[in-house]
C-alpha cells in the first residue's frame, strides 16, 4: 500500500500533544485546553466567538492575525484537537507550490474518502506569493480544508482579495502585562514541564515577573524564554531566587516589537505624526524614543518631521522648517546617540509651534486644478519678450514693474483669464498665518485700486 502524506502526521486528539523534556520552555507551557489561554477572552473567553464555534464544529478558514506570542499557533493546534479534522501543519517559510499542490490533492483524497476534513494550518501565510495563495482556494471553497493562516502583517496589504474574501480575520491582542505574569506563574508551579522541571524549584518576587512581563511587550514567548534563561543563570549561580535586578541584567535591553517595513512601522510613525498635530510634546517625545529604540533610521525620522514642519505647520510658524533642517544637519554631523538629541529638540518645537496646514491644502487645490482643467496660456501681459517678434504679439504688453508704483504692486492678473479670482491659499488665524492673512487682505485692495487707476 503506498505511503501517503499523512502517515507520520499526528492524530488530531495527539495535536496538542507533551512535548519532550528537552525542548523549549515556551513549547512545553504551550497551553492544552481554551481554559488555559490567557489575553483573548474576546474569542475563546466564556462567550467567546470562536470558542462557540469549536464547541458546534462548524470552524471556518480563519486566519489569525497578530504580534508574536500571542497564541496563534496554539489556537491552531486546539481546534484541530477539539474538532473532527486532522491536523495538518505547514510552514509558509520552509514550503512552496509544490509542497503546497500535494498536501492540497491528498486533504482532497481524505475528504472524498472518509468525509473527514484537514485542519491546514500556514504558518507566517503572508511569505506565500499571490500565486500560492491562489492554490487554496478550490479547496477551501469546496470544504476539503480549514485553512488556519498565522501572520503578523496586516492581511490587507499581504494576502489577495480572493482568499481573503473566504477566510475569517480573526485579530489577536498582545498580552497584558497581567496575563504574561500568570503565564510565568504557571511555568514556575508546574513541577512536571514548568520552568523548575527536573531541578530543585526557584522562586521569583512579583517584582521580578512584572520586569519580564515589561520586557516581554505582549510576547508570551518572549517571556518564557526571559524566565527560562533567568532559571538557568540562577541555578549556574546556585541561588534559589530570582531578582528584579537578574532579569535586567540578562535581558541587557527591551527588545521591541517592530518591523521597519510592515504595520507597525507605519503604526508608530502614524503615531509621532498625529501626536505632533495634537501638540503633545511627550506623547511625541515617546512615539519618537520608541522608534528610536526599535532600530528606526534616525534619518528617516528627520525626514518625517521635515514633512510635518510644511504640511502641519508652514507658514504658522516660518521657523519650523529651519528647525528640522538643522537638527537633520545635526544628526548627519553628530551621528548616534548625541544627533538624536537634535531630532528630539526639534520634535518638542513642532509639537508646540502653531498649527497649519493651509499651505498643504493651497497646493492640493493648486494640483487638482492643474489636473482637472486646460493647460490655459500663460496671460501675455506677465510674458516675457526678448524677441522683437514676440513684442509684436503682445507679450508683455501692458506689463506694470511692482517696484515703480507706490503701492508696490501693479495691479496685473497673473492668472489664466479662466481662472482669474480664485483662491488658493487662505492662511489661518494661527501664528505667524494671522499677521499673513492681513497681508494677503491688504495686497489684494492695492491691486483693485491699481486696476481702477
Request: charged letters at 25%.
Amino acid at each position: 500500500m503506498a505511503r501517503s502524506l499523512f502517515d507520520d502526521l499526528p492524530d488530531p486528539q495527539r495535536a496538542t500533544a507533551p512535548v519532550t523534556a528537552g525542548a523549549p520552555l515556551a513549547e512545553r507551557m504551550r497551553p492544552k485546553s481554551l481554559d488555559e489561554v490567557l489575553g483573548q477572552d474576546a474569542l475563546v473567553g466564556p462567550e467567546g466567538s470562536l470558542r462557540r464555534a469549536i464547541a458546534e464544529d462548524r470552524v471556518p478558514s480563519l486566519i489569525l492575525w497578530g504580534p508574536p506570542g500571542t497564541g496563534k499557533t496554539t489556537l491552531a493546534r486546539l481546534i484541530a484537537a477539539a474538532t473532527a479534522c486532522r491536523f495538518v501543519p505547514f510552514s509558509a517559510v520552509t514550503s512552496g507550490i509544490k509542497e503546497v499542490k500535494e498536501v492540497m490533492a491528498e486533504a482532497g483524497r481524505l475528504h472524498r474518502g472518509t468525509g473527514r476534513r484537514t485542519l491546514l494550518f500556514v504558518d507566517e501565510i503572508h511569505r506565500f506569493n499571490r500565486a500560492q495563495q491562489d492554490a487554496f482556494l478550490p479547496y477551501v471553497e469546496s470544504g476539503e480544508i480549514v485553512l488556519v493562516g498565522a501572520t503578523t502583517e496586516n492581511p490587507s496589504f499581504e494576502l489577495n482579495a480572493a482568499l481573503l474574501s473566504r477566510c475569517r480575520v480573526v485579530v489577536l491582542e498582545p498580552l497584558a502585562p497581567e496575563h504574561l505574569v500568570q503565564v510565568l506563574e504557571r511555568a514556575l508551579g508546574d513541577r512536571e514541564h514548568g520552568a523548575a522541571a527536573g531541578g530543585e524549584p526557584v522562586e521569583a518576587p512579583a517584582e521580578a515577573l512584572a520586569s519580564i512581563a515589561q520586557l516581554a511587550s505582549g510576547d508570551a514567548r518572549r517571556a518564557l524564554n526571559l524566565l527560562e534563561l533567568a532559571v538557568a543563570d540562577a541555578r549556574s549561580r546556585q541561588v534559589v531566587t530570582i531578582g528584579a535586578a537578574d532579569v535586567t541584567r540578562i535581558a541587557q535591553r527591551k527588545v521591541l516589537l517592530y518591523d521597519a517595513a510592515g504595520e507597525e512601522h507605519f503604526n508608530l510613525i502614524s503615531a509621532l505624526h498625529k501626536s505632533l498635530r495634537e501638540s503633545d510634546a511627550d506623547a511625541a517625545l515617546y512615539w519618537l524614543a520608541r522608534m528610536l529604540a526599535a532600530g528606526e533610521d534616525p534619518r528617516y525620522l528627520a525626514r518625517r518631521l521635515t514633512r510635518f514642519a510644511s504640511e502641519d505647520i508652514g507658514l504658522a510658524d516660518p521657523q519650523a522648517l529651519p528647525q528640522t533642517l538643522a537638527a537633520w544637519d545635526a544628526y548627519q554631523r553628530l551621528g548616534s546617540p548625541e544627533g538624536e538629541l537634535a531630532l528630539a529638540q526639534a520634535t518638542v518645537y513642532l509639537a508646540l509651534a502653531p498649527k497649519s496646514n493651509a499651505v498643504y491644502r493651497a497646493l492640493g487645490e493648486a494640483r487638482r486644478t492643474v489636473e482637472q482643467r486646460p493647460a490655459d496660456p500663460v496671460p501675455k501681459v506677465i510674458r516675457n519678450a526678448p524677441t522683437k517678434l514676440m513684442g509684436g504679439l503682445g507679450y508683455g504688453k501692458g506689463y506694470v514693474y511692482a517696484h515703480d508704483t507706490e503701492e508696490g504692486v501693479g495691479g496685473l492678473d497673473c492668472l489664466p483669464e479662466t481662472l482669474r479670482g480664485t483662491t488658493f491659499y487662505e492662511p489661518t488665524d494661527h501664528g505667524f498665518e494671522a499677521e499673513l492673512a492681513e497681508r494677503l487682505a491688504r495686497f489684494d485692495e492695492l491691486r483693485q485700486r491699481a486696476r481702477s487707476r
